[in-house]
């Protein structure tokens, strides 16, 4: 299953220059790196990201990343998986920019 993980510029410039990450500031502060399906990607970019531009969607086979990947509900009783370790760029499967039009992003055809 693909899941998906949104990323300010700069974080996705720093994962490039690094090769791996812990996540944005609000992954480190709750201890593991939020994901969204593609049924929850559209509304997590709308209320965590709105009016945001630059952003770059990444997306990752969860199967690549099971090992420390947990399903826990969240946001309207939907379940979210969370990665309990840090994402190496190799896990990356694709990435795609995020542009914003008439103030919402635009998601690629094809990836969510």
Known sequence: MLIYKIFRQAEWDALRATGET??????????????????????TAAKHFAGADGLILAVVDSDRIADALKWEVSRGGAEFPHLYRRLALSEVHAHAPLPLRDGAHVFPEGIA
């Open 22 to 43: 812990a996540g944005a500031p609000i992954d480190l502060s709750d201890g593991y790196i939020h994901f969204s399906t593609a049924e929850t990607v559209r509304e």
